[in-house]
């Protein structure tokens, strides 16, 4: 049970503590933020809701604990590392239960993100170990001009504190891809989970405390985006910032300063259909790439670009596939269970509006309970209509139809966003030649979008983001290169 047995210290009443230096506190505001289940669309937790000054008081103590910790040397870290991640699996039950019942995420998928975040903290540990161990060797005389008087030897150095900030669709899996990197690297973080995520994200950060994590290295910190968001991300304690989520990180980067940014900002991930397509291949794809985990996935498929010539054909595997999929509660591991909240159910319900006033073909009768959506395909969608462009984060899917390649690759390529796409074809020429020409930061040839594994790389273009994800870009971009140069009197040259 959350908040039970070896959780039973971040829990105080019925409210959840915050993290830092080391123990579980609470706020002195003496204000609580609730979260509210998507399900019941009642308030499930309640956590606390932090102030400036604690925040002041948490970098204070990242900024210490950081200088002590740089000097731990690397297995050690990596040690402590793959001792969290023991004890995240081994809790996974209670952590996939507060998945589960904050944002509505199905039971079953709930413990593979638990898992997959233990596995991913300690492959992140294994990695550390092998590249932030290696160095350079440089000699002046490779530069015209110069003699062979100087050796240069660069290493990897940690930035200082680290902002996390993880969106509420992996508040678990989406943290630890940015706390496993910043610790290996020899950093401090600080965590800022989302709130629909919350209780989750402080389970998990729970499992490094029982680790034996030095105080004061890693904090969490809950609390109204107004009252602490932009003074977090202003902060000058603050060294890099890693944030996935919408566009609220576009005004993160505009007010961050001079620090180093890692930012995923969201897609509208096309999927390109070719004639020669495998048509049971590409419905099966697009079914789990647009409607797992209701489409609140920043790799779901989001529009289906297909020929003219087969979209008959694949509209009708399509539809028969999505009468298959189950509605309900996650508790009851449904395909399809609640969007995260009113406000979602409600941006997605004026997509559709705007669809059915512009004349688009619905498979499906558009049906919605509370947060609940039902799986809806919508058919000859045109380039006028809002879900042409917009990502409706819910299980909401159109079919442009298209009469060329580059009809498809100009669709893909006007909009703002440059996450993820994928491309269906037996022809593996076209693939890579369509691949090339779309503006996104993966293709995926023959398969659904996807994140992962965790260790490839993983960035997106244009307003998806800055910077590129995955274990090895993550540690090397919380990390900074450091010289130092040897000056010789007289040169020198290896003799033969």
């Known amino acids: 049970m959350a908040g039970t047995g070896v959780f039973s210290d971040i829990l105080d009443g019925d409210v959840y503590k915050y993290y830092a230096d080391g123990e579980w506190k609470k706020s002195s505001s003496g ?227 001079m620090i180093p940014l890692q930012m995923e900002l969201g897609g509208k991930d096309a999927c390109i259909v070719l004639e020669d397509a495998d048509l049971d291949l590409v419905a099966a794809n697009i079914i789990k790439g647009g409607f797992s985990y209701s489409g609140q996935r920043c790799t779901a498929v989001k529009v289906v670009l297909v020929t003219e010539s087969v979209a008959d054909v694949l509209v009708e595997k399509l539809k028969a596939k999505v009468v298959k999929l189950t509605v309900g509660a996650p508790e009851d591991d449904c395909d399809i269970t609640p969007v995260v909240s009113e406000s979602s159910a409600n941006f997605i319900e004026g997509l559709v509006k705007d669809a059915k006033e512009k004349g688009a073909t619905f498979c499906q009768e558009y049906k919605r309970d509370g947060n609940l959506i039902w799986p809806l395909l919508l058919d000859n969608v045109r380039p006028d209509m809002r879900i042409a462009w917009e990502e409706p984060f819910g299980p909401v899917l159109p079919v442009i139809r298209i009469n060329s390649i580059e009809e498809g690759i100009h669709h893909c390529n006007a909009s703002n966003f440059g996450l993820q796409g994928c491309v269906f074809t037996k022809d593996v020429n076209k693939a890579i030649l369509i691949s090339d020409a779309m503006e996104t930061g993966t293709v995926q040839i023959n398969s659904a979008p996807a994140r992962g594994p965790d260790h490839f790389p993983f960035q997106g273009l244009k307003d998806s983001g800055i910077g590129s994800q995955g274990v090895t870009n993550s540690i090397n971009m919380m990390t900074k290169i450091k010289s130092t140069v040897i000056n010789l009197p007289t040169p020198s040259y290896t003799m033969g």
């Open 31 to 257: 204000k609580t933020v609730a979260i509210i289940n998507p399900s019941t669309r009642k308030t499930q937790y309640k956590v606390q809701a932090c102030t400036q000054e604690e925040v002041n008081k948490v970098m204070e103590s990242a900024k210490t604990a950081q200088k002590s910790w740089a000097k731990t040397p690397l297995w050690k870290r990596a040690e402590l590392l793959h001792k969290a991640a023991a004890i995240l699996k081994e809790h996974k039950a209670p952590i996939a239960e507060c998945l589960v019942k904050e944002i509505a995420k199905p039971a079953k998928d709930a413990i593979t993100e638990v898992v997959r975040s233990g596995d991913l903290i300690s492959y992140t540990a294994e990695e550390g170990v092998r590249i932030l161990g290696e160095g350079k060797f440089l000699v002046s005389d490779s530069f015209p001009g110069n003699q062979r008087t100087k050796y240069c030897l660069t290493s990897k150095i940690p930035l200082g504190v680290i902002l996390a900030i993880p969106p509420f669709n992996y508040p678990v899996n989406l943290a630890v891809s940015k706390i496993a990197p910043a610790l290996i690297a020899g950093n401090s973080l600080v965590l800022k989970p989302p709130t629909q995520g919350a209780v989750s994200a402080l389970h998990m950060v729970h499992c490094f405390h029982l680790a034996g994590f030095p105080k004061g290295l890693i904090s969490c910190v809950t609390g109204k985006g107004s009252e602490i968001g932009d003074f977090l991300t202003m902060h000058p304690g603050v060294n890099c910032i890693s944030f996935t989520g919408g566009d609220t990180g576009i005004t993160i980067s505009k007010k961050a300063g």
